[in-house]
């Protein structure tokens, strides 16, 4: 592939593995955080959100604190032969931390939505709880579903500050879209700029018109 459009299929990877992995991750916890009773709710509820409230550039920095050589963690995942600082994984792991909300919440709103009676009558027919959960009540939320993977897909495509500070500006290994039209920008070469930004944007409003029209 061309060095041209590296950058997309960068950005483009990386938007469908965060999108499909913090699905499968998202779809229990929402079902946790709409459905528990604990006290505690409200803690784990803002604690998902944080990314919301959070500068991406900051948020950034602290993933990469978290997660440099330097740190316990860093050191324990190097141990492993792990890397995830300035290396297309690490990429990975930040952007489904900072697009946390944006599945989880519309999951949440879908599973709170659901009539109580619905699972009732799943109990009362004989069917299990994984039955009920796989069978009954993802099959009713299918708007919710598709809500939050259009949002976290759309969302990750125009990460910069976060996968910025994680992964750094390594030609074909984490420089994604958002970071070559920085790139493109500051050497004033506003026509790469503005092809990898109509893609981007053409991407993005396709995907939005496709499933909310």
């Not at 500068?55 to 032969?81: C, D, M, N, R, T």
């Not at 599945?103 to 009676?117: C, E, H, T």
């Not at 939050?148 to 495509?157: D, K, Y």
Request: proline share 5%; charged share 10%; net charge positive.
């Amino acid at each position: 592939m061309s060095d041209f459009l590296l950058p997309l299929y960068l950005t483009f990877k990386l938007a469908t593995i965060t999108t499909v992995v913090l699905f499968f991750i998202g779809i229990f916890i929402a079902y946790f955080l709409a459905y528990t009773r604990s006290r505690l709710r409200f803690l784990y509820e803002a604690l998902v959100n944080i990314p919301l409230f959070l500068p991406p550039i900051v948020l950034g920095f602290y993933i990469l604190v978290l997660f440099s050589p330097a740190s316990f963690l860093g050191k324990l995942l190097e141990f492993f032969g792990i890397k995830l600082v300035f290396n297309f994984s690490g990429l990975v792991v930040g952007s489904i931390l900072y697009s946390f909300p944006f599945m989880i919440n519309p999951l949440v709103s879908g599973f709170r939505a659901l009539p109580k009676s619905l699972k009732e009558a799943a109990y009362t027919l004989g069917k299990t709880k994984l039955e009920t959960f796989f069978k009954v009540l993802l099959p009713n939320m299918k708007p919710s579903i598709l809500s939050a993977v259009v949002l976290t897909f759309v969302h990750t495509i125009g990460e910069f500050g976060v996968v910025l500070m994680i992964g750094g500006n390594i030609p074909k290994v984490t420089k994604v879209a958002s970071i070559a039209i920085f790139d493109a920008s500051m050497a004033l070469n506003y026509k790469l700029a503005n092809f990898y930004s109509l893609v981007l944007s053409s991407v993005s409003l396709s995907v939005l018109i496709l499933v909310f029209f």
